[in-house]
C-alpha cells in the first residue's frame, strides 16, 4: 500500500512537471503580501510605507501617487525622478478608466537631425549622456494634474513625510550600493565632480538631500508652477544652459501633461486597459495577447517549448509593427483600430508554425490600407475606496542623463534617445525606429511603458507594471499569462524565471541560469538563437491581485528591493 502511494506520488510529480522545464511550481502558494484594505507596492520600503501612510491618513490612490512618486525620487534617484516623465492609468471605483501622459518632450529648439554628424552619422553619446539627452521633464506636472483632479488631501500634507525623507535621509542598501559603485565614473565624468551619490557610500549608511527637501518644500507651497514657472525653474534653467542645454524657460512654461483615452481590449475573461500612445505598451500588449489568444498555453505549460514559441513569434510582429506606426499621437496618424483589429492580427500569424522559427527578414510592419528603459521604475496602488492605479515614470538610462541638478537634488532624464535619431538605426535598448518617431520640436518621444489595470467580469481584478526598457512590454505579458493562464500568485508570477523577444536584434534574451538546458537546446535546434548575457535582469514587475477573498496579494519583484506595504 505505502509503495503504491508513493508511486502514485512520483507519478503525479512528473505529470505536473512535464510543462514546466525551467523549475516545479511549488504545490504550496507563495503569497505576497496580503491585506484587507489598501496596498502600494513599490521599487522601495520607504516609498511603499509613506504611499500606505498617505492612504492610512484618509488620502486615496491620487494622493499616495504624488507621496510615492516624490519619495522614489528621494531614495530611489536610480530611476525615481523629478527631472523626468511617465504615464498613469487608473480605475475608478465606479469602474471609470483613463490615462494621464506626462511624458518629457523634446525642447522647441530640437531638430529632427540634431544627433547626426556632416556625414549623416549617429554622433556617439550625444543623445544619451549630458545635457543635450535631456526631454522637457513631465513628472511634477502629471503628478500634480492627477492629485489636483481626483486627490482629497491637500498637497503639503501629502509632500511633508518626502520632505523629511529627504532632509533626514535614508539606508543605502546592498543592492544601491553596487549600483552607484557601477556609475561612479560616469557620474564623476558628467558632472566634473563628485556628487552626494559616489563610491564611497557603503550599504546601511544614511543618505540625506537637503537641497531636494528645499526644492519640495517650495512645491508644496507653490504647486507645480514651481517648477515650470518658479524658483525652481529659474535655477533649473540656468544649471540647464550652463552645461550646454537648449532647454528654455519658455519650454518649461509651455509643458503640459494630457488626459489620453487609454487601450483597452479582451482577453478571455479579462478586460485590459493599458497606456495609449506615445507609449507603445497597450496597443503592443494587445496584438500580442490577441495573437496568442487561439493557442492553448495552460495546456503547453508555463515557460514550456511551445509557449515560448507561441509569444516569441507573436512578439516578433507586434514590435515590427511598433518600429513603423508608433510615435507622438499630436503629431502622426496611429491606426490604433486597425492594429488591434481579429483580422489584421490573424493574418499576422498566418506564416507562424510550430515547426521552423519566423526569420525576422521576412517579417516587416503589417500592410493597413489607408495608413523604453531598463532602467525605469513601476508602483501599483489600489485605496480603501476601490480605485487603482498603474503609474510607470523614468529617467530612462540609469540615473538618465548622468547630469545632477545639485542645487536643486536631482538627476535630469536621457529621454531624447528615445526618438529616432536617425530612422533604422537602433537606440540604447537595441530598438529600431521609423520616421513616425522622428525628432520634432515639443514632441513626444515613443515609449515601452506599460501601466496596465486588469477587470475580471467586470471587477477590479489586477494593477501592475514594470522597468525593463524594451522589455517592459513582455514582462506585463508574462506576469498576467502567469496568473491566468497557469495559476501562480501574484508573488510566484512577478518572481517567475521571463523571457524576450523584440524583432530585431534577432535572438531570445532568456534571464540567465533561469532556464533548463535540454528546454534551451530544443530552442537552438529549432533555429532560434539564445541570449543570456544582453539583459541578466529582464523587468522588476510590481502589482496587486485581487483575490476571491476580496484581499488583495501583492507581487514585489525580487529582483529589486521592491516591497509592498499595505493595511
Not at 511634477?140 to 492627477?146: L, N, P, Q, R
Not at 494587445?286 to 513569434?313: A, C, R
Request: with cysteine; glycine share 10%; charged share 25%.
Amino acid at each position: 500500500m505505502m509503495r503504491t502511494a508513493l508511486f502514485l506520488l512520483i507519478l503525479l510529480t512528473f505529470s505536473n512537471c512535464k510543462n514546466e522545464p525551467t523549475a516545479v511550481i511549488s504545490q504550496t502558494k507563495n503569497r505576497g503580501l496580503i491585506t484587507e484594505s489598501a496596498m502600494v507596492v513599490s521599487a522601495r520600503k520607504e516609498a511603499s510605507e509613506i504611499g500606505a501612510a498617505i492612504l492610512k491618513q484618509g488620502g486615496n490612490a491620487f494622493d499616495a501617487m504624488m507621496a510615492t512618486e516624490l519619495a522614489l525620487a528621494v531614495c530611489y534617484p536610480y530611476a525615481g525622478n523629478l527631472g523626468g516623465g511617465g504615464f498613469l492609468v487608473y480605475r475608478m471605483a465606479d469602474g471609470t478608466k483613463g490615462a494621464l501622459d506626462y511624458r518629457e518632450k523634446a525642447p522647441i529648439a530640437a531638430s529632427k537631425h540634431m544627433y547626426l554628424d556632416e556625414n549623416g552619422d549617429v554622433i556617439k553619446d550625444l543623445s544619451t549622456v549630458g545635457s543635450m539627452a535631456i526631454g522637457v521633464p513631465g513628472t511634477i506636472a502629471g503628478i500634480f494634474k492627477a492629485q489636483e483632479r481626483f486627490g482629497n488631501l491637500d498637497v503639503q500634507t501629502i509632500i511633508k513625510p518626502v520632505i523629511e525623507l529627504a532632509r533626514n535621509g535614508y539606508r543605502v542598501t546592498d543592492k544601491q550600493e553596487k549600483r552607484i559603485a557601477n556609475y561612479d565614473s560616469i557620474l564623476k565624468a558628467v558632472n566634473g565632480k563628485t556628487i552626494i551619490y559616489n563610491d564611497s557610500l557603503n550599504a546601511g549608511e544614511i543618505v540625506v538631500n537637503p537641497e531636494l527637501a528645499k526644492t519640495l518644500e517650495r512645491l508644496a507651497i507653490n504647486g507645480a508652477d514651481e517648477f515650470y514657472k518658479g524658483e525652481t525653474a529659474q535655477k533649473l534653467v540656468d544649471f540647464l544652459n550652463s552645461k550646454g542645454s537648449i532647454i528654455t524657460i519658455e519650454d518649461l512654461n509651455k509643458y503640459e501633461a494630457k488626459w489620453r483615452d487609454p487601450i483597452t481590449f479582451e482577453y478571455d475573461d479579462l478586460t485590459i486597459t493599458s497606456m495609449s500612445p506615445p507609449s507603445s505598451g497597450g496597443i503592443c500588449l494587445g496584438q500580442i495577447m490577441k495573437m496568442i489568444e487561439p493557442y492553448d498555453l495552460e495546456d503547453y505549460g508555463h515557460n514550456s517549448f511551445k509557449t515560448i514559441q507561441v509569444l516569441v513569434e507573436a512578439e516578433k510582429r507586434a514590435y515590427a509593427d511598433r518600429s513603423h506606426y508608433l510615435g507622438d499621437p499630436d503629431f502622426v496618424d496611429i491606426p490604433v483600430q486597425a492594429l488591434l483589429s481579429d483580422i489584421y492580427l490573424e493574418d499576422r500569424m498566418q506564416k507562424f508554425s510550430f515547426g521552423n522559427p519566423t526569420p525576422v527578414d521576412s517579417i516587416s510592419h503589417g500592410h493597413i490600407v489607408g495608413y523604453e528603459s531598463e532602467e525605469t521604475t513601476h508602483y501599483s496602488i489600489v485605496d480603501q475606496f476601490g480605485n487603482a492605479i498603474a503609474v510607470t515614470t523614468t529617467l530612462n538610462g540609469g540615473y538618465g542623463s548622468k547630469l545632477f541638478a545639485d542645487e536643486l537634488g536631482f538627476f535630469l532624464n536621457n529621454e531624447m534617445d528615445d526618438f529616432s535619431s536617425k530612422p533604422g538605426e537602433p537606440n540604447y535598448y537595441g530598438l529600431i525606429g521609423a520616421e513616425a518617431n522622428s525628432i520634432a520640436p515639443e514632441k513626444r518621444m515613443l515609449s515601452s511603458m506599460t501601466p496596465t489595470i486588469i477587470e475580471k467580469d467586470g471587477d477590479f481584478y489586477m494593477t501592475l507594471g514594470t522597468p525593463g526598457g524594451s522589455t517592459i512590454i513582455t514582462s506585463v505579458l508574462q506576469t498576467i499569462l502567469n496568473v491566468h493562464e497557469f495559476g501562480l500568485t501574484m508573488q510566484e508570477a512577478v518572481d517567475a524565471p521571463r523571457f524576450h523577444n523584440q524583432w530585431l536584434p534577432d535572438e531570445i534574451r532568456m534571464e540567465p541560469d533561469s532556464f533548463n538546458n535540454e528546454l534551451k537546446k530544443q530552442l537552438e535546434e529549432l533555429g532560434y538563437f539564445i541570449n543570456e548575457t544582453k539583459t541578466p535582469v529582464i523587468g522588476k514587475v510590481d502589482g496587486i491581485l485581487k483575490l476571491d477573498t476580496g484581499q488583495f496579494e501583492g507581487g514585489a519583484d525580487h529582483r529589486g528591493d521592491d516591497t509592498a506595504v499595505g493595511f
